[in-house]
């Protein structure tokens, strides 16, 4: 299963655009890229999924280059309802959750 | 949306004891449903894949017979953490694809354990 490395933590003010990365090196042919948010004691919740390229939904971008070996989840003008923690998962079938991303955002 | 739904959400046991928490998928059938475990500050870690209607497979470092794991019908798993001790207290949390495997893994509210 493919591993993967984000930050830690990352800092944002309101109404800043906020971009978190997270590599995959090994990522697999077959596996796909998803990212989830998790607030404090509730289970994680679906943001965007994403294969190659570009995707984006009502609430955020997925950016994927060709080597497919990280990718990038954008957040749009984010807001302090945003602070929580992003979780980069790849794979296709069981998903491994890695150390995640902890986003404060500051008024 | 999906959504899986986990009960109870919060329970307190005293030491040697079992308890039994449920995962329903409630508008989807799952024939397969992953529990992970959640300790403060920390990631979620899968502890086993619930397939219904045979044995689950459970990752390594993670008893068998310690975590009960059932699934009994394409909408409903089970787990049973059995002489449950204060280090088993945790968050617990299923998780439900819709689907095909690709399908958006839908994940329950969680549900936390605090053994006494």
């Known amino acids: 299963l493919a591993k993967t490395t984000q930050p830690i933590s990352m800092d944002s003010y309101e109404g800043q655009e906020v971009n978190i990365t997270c590599s995959h090196n090994?990522?697999?042919?077959?596996?796909?890229i998803t990212w989830y948010q998790q607030f404090p004691s509730q289970g994680p919740r679906f943001i965007i999924q994403?294969?190659?390229t570009k995707v984006t939904n009502e609430v955020a971008s997925l950016f994927i280059p060709a080597d497919r070996k990280s990718s990038t989840l954008s957040l749009p003008r984010v807001s302090l309802s945003d602070t929580a923690v992003y979780y980069c998962?790849?794979?296709?079938?069981?998903?491994?959750f890695g150390a995640g991303t902890r986003l404060a955002v500051h008024p | 949306g999906a959504v899986v739904s986990q009960h109870p959400s919060w329970v307190i046991c005293k030491s040697g004891t079992s308890v039994k928490i449920e995962c329903r998928s409630l508008?989807?059938?799952?024939?397969?449903m992953f529990w992970y475990r959640q300790f403060p500050k920390q990631s979620l870690m899968l502890m086993a894949t619930?397939?219904?209607?045979?044995?689950?497979?459970?990752e390594q470092g993670v008893e068998k017979d310690k975590f009960l794991i059932n699934h009994a019908s394409l909408t409903l798993s089970t787990l049973t953490v059995t002489s449950a001790h204060p280090e088993d207290s945790s968050f617990y949390i299923c998780?439900?694809?819709?689907?095909?495997?690709?399908?958006?893994?839908?994940f329950g509210e969680g549900s936390r354990l605090t053994v006494l």
């Open positions: 508008d989807f059938q799952a024939t397969t």
């Open positions: 619930s397939n219904e209607g045979s044995k689950a497979t459970y």
């Open positions: 998962l790849v794979g296709l079938h069981k998903l491994i």
């Open positions: 994403g294969y190659k």
């Open positions: 090994n990522i697999a042919t077959n596996d796909y």
């Open positions: 998780s439900a694809r819709e689907g095909s495997p690709t399908g958006e893994l839908f």
